[in-house]
């Protein structure tokens, strides 16, 4: 059995990455969350209304490519809406989902590509990791078989990761196109019907 890749180990790929190939990964993370919400009716229908969230993937896979923003207002606005998708519970232990978990999932990725935009010497190996939080959390807050549906995402993650040693710009999706995707299996009974609005929601 291969060794399992640790976040030790992912930081230390990233830590050998171009800002272009780092700024590929999260893009890739943050993607990864929004193809998930096509796949729900629900969530694809909030998606289509919101252009923020689509652009500032946009935005990072033009980063990736080599071609830096020049609109500095285009990422603050694209930071400043995704700040929006959660706010502290009334319990002050847990968040309300202002999206769907996968649109809010997005957003937490989405919120630090733009800072690595803003601030490109903040894409640190160690902050940039993160970014599979956002997919690996979701997929196991969503599916019945919350273990394995995680550990087949990450594997896809993962995937990617290792395509882009001694990647150099320009990066595109292209990279990763023929990556396998992973079956689905039962959702949770809690987002299958819509009940999923806050961090506090557990299945009985």
Known sequence: ???????????????????????????????????????????????????LLREGVELLWSAASGTAPTDKARVALVRDHVAQYERPHASG????????????????????????????????????????????????????DAMASRREEVAVIDAALERLRGAAPPITRDLFRDIP????GALTRIYASGQLTDSSVDED
């Open 93 to 144: 232990e847990a968040v309300v989902y202002a999206r769907d978990i996968t649109l809010v999932s997005a957003a937490r990725v989405l919120a630090k590509g733009m800072r690595f935009l803003e601030d490109p010497g903040s894409a640190t190996a160690d902050f940039v990791v993160g970014a599979l939080d956002g997919p690996a959390v979701l997929i196991g807050t969503i599916y019945e």
């Open 181 to 184: 995707d992973w079956p689905r």
């Open 1 to 51: 059995m291969a060794r399992r890749i640790t976040t030790r180990d992912r930081e230390a790929m990233l830590a050998d990455f171009s800002y272009e190939a780092r700024i590929a990964y999260v893009a890739f993370c943050a993607e990864r969350c929004l193809a998930e919400a096509r796949r729900h009716p629900a969530a694809a229908a909030q998606l289509e209304n919101q252009p």
